[in-house]
């Protein structure tokens, strides 16, 4: 089916616990094939391959044209990524948020038409059922959450949404995750409207827009009153 699934790792040495998500979500495959990175050759790696009877296959040092499909895979993934944080701008100013971006390019690359698949997506192949692509939106795109009554500060005065970014879908629940740039935080929603014209960039120009810059005043001293205190001042003997 070609389905892709990503999985951020901040250490190599997670690289077994993203691999036991998989199985568990997934299900068992009947052999894999990686690289000779460490993180695949360690002894808890190998144990685990053996208790689950998954046949392992090794490429050769220097050979990734030995596992050409999931490099071919893994180059496109990483070339949406980067269009995906260029255009939403925040590859400019928040580039942390990287790993939703490839989250989302393999969203999206799931539900790409691919030729080898005679014109179906891997989604479909996979899930065998249609996707619904009104629920695709612009990554990085202004979005509009839905403060419910026990999210608000004042139930009576207080706003009933919050500005934020579209960083994807979350995988485990019916909800879009949002970044909010006043707070830096992320969070979790389905009550959300989006305004996929707008960015980032306009949000910040926004923000910019709205602080008030201090008064400065230029205080002048008239010539009369400068001629008063000359006139005040003592004179020498």
Known sequence: S???VVYPLKFKSEALEAFRNYVAKVGKPNSIRTDRGGEFLSTEFD?????QTIARQLTQAYSSQQNGTAERNWRTILMMTRLLLS???LYE???HLWTYAVKYAAFLYNRIPKSILHGSTPYQLWFQRD????QVRRFGCVAYVHLH??????????DR????IFLGYSAQSKGA?????STSRIMESRDVRFDETRTIRDVDTDIRAQKISPLCVDVGVDSSDKARDEADEPKGA
């Open 87 to 89: 255009d939403s701008g």
């Open 47 to 51: 144990e685990y391959l053996k208790t």
């Open 161 to 164: 949404a919050v500005q934020g």
């Open 2 to 4: 070609r389905l892709t």
């Open 177 to 181: 995750f949002i970044f909010l740039p």
């Open 93 to 95: 100013s928040h580039k």
């Open 149 to 158: 009554k026990q999210q608000r500060e004042d139930s009576k005065l207080s």
């Open 131 to 134: 996707y619904d692509l009104q």
